[in-house]
């Protein structure tokens, strides 16, 4: 039986016409944040989803991809699919090897089911602690997840809110595989760089070497809002030059839940240039860093 699934009533869909950006991205560039949503009648969303959106298939990301001009996406697991893994890893297997996968578990995944991942191009795992979007379990649930993926090699992918840190700093600090932070960790755009919250994302990675950081979430972090996202790009400017070789950055296509505005991805690129302004910071955030990460260690 045919499964049909309607988008929540306000759900915003992606943009079926973005600009191209001004910004020409540098030969190799990564796409190292977005997702495959369905489509829901061929990958079903998870009966736990605490959202629907309106499917968005490969064939849409690989063309957006092609159109910005990016060589390679990394395409992350969306919590509307669940621990349901098979959107991502046929994503994958039809990208010609030019996509790398961060998936969810869940305690029972077999070591054979990992090894069919990894063979796909699963490099990750991602542990959601925002809690409109999942239902953080206590640490020691992601501990046993860890041991699970260790033979692998994998890393693991960490997405909170800015309050969390705190929270989970000793689960974060004692994680011993490289560790990546969505979206700059979440920061407070309204308040300094020097700010309380902040400050302690800036002690994680200064302390931690394995911890990395996506530049991306400007859409969702901004107050100042399109096109330029001012507010948004101090911090992640700040990180780009502060941590160079453990940054990397996505689009975040097809823009899960957002509800201010759907941004163009036009708009989104364009920001590189002022997220990271010479020609060397460029390079390793889009091509040698997700490359170091993704797939030369594989």
């Known amino acids: 039986m045919t499964v049909t699934f309607e988008p929540d009533a306000d759900w915003l869909v992606y943009l079926a016409n973005p600009r191209k950006p001004d910004y020409v991205l540098p030969p190799g560039a990564v796409d190292a944040h977005c997702h495959v949503f369905g489509p829901g009648n061929v990958f079903p969303y998870a009966p736990e989803r605490k959202y629907t959106p309106v499917d968005a298939p490969k064939e849409k990301l690989f063309a957006l991809r092609d159109f910005l001009g990016f060589d390679r996406n990394v395409i992350v697991q969306a919590t509307c699919h669940g621990a349901d893994n098979r959107a991502l890893a046929d994503a994958l297997l039809a990208s010609d090897d030019r996509a790398r996968g961060v998936a969810t578990i869940k305690p029972g995944v077999t070591r054979a089911e990992l090894a069919d991942m990894h063979e796909a191009g699963v490099r990750g795992v991602r542990f959601n602690f925002v809690r409109r979007l999942a239902d953080p379990k206590p640490d020691e649930y992601y501990r046993g997840l860890v041991d699970l993926i260790k033979e692998f090699g994998w890393h693991i992918v960490i997405y909170f809110e800015a309050p969390d840190l705190a929270e989970r700093w000793d689960l974060f600090t004692s994680l011993p595989t490289d560790i990546v932070v969505d979206h700059v960790g979440r920061p407070d755009v309204t308040q300094p ?41 101090p911090f992640a400017r700040h990180i780009a030059e502060t941590f160079p070789d453990r940054v990397i950055w996505g689009t975040d296509w097809p823009h899960p839940n957002m ?24 390079r390793k955030l ?13």
């Not at 302690?200 to 400007?218: D, Y």
């Not at 201010?260 to 460029?282: F, K, Y």
């Not at 490359?291 to 260690?297: D, I, T």
């Open 286 to 298: 889009l091509v040698a860093n997700p490359m170091r990460l993704y797939w030369e260690n594989s």
């Open 259 to 282: 509800k201010s505005h759907m941004p163009d991805e036009g708009d989104l690129v364009d920001l590189i240039p002022r997220i990271a302004p010479t020609e060397e910071l460029q």
């Open 193 to 233: 760089l020097d700010g309380e919250g902040f400050a302690l994302f800036q002690k994680l990675m200064r302390e931690h070497e394995n911890v990395w950081a996506k530049l991306s979430g400007a859409e969702r972090l901004s107050v100042s809002g399109p096109p330029r996202y001012d507010d948004f790009v």
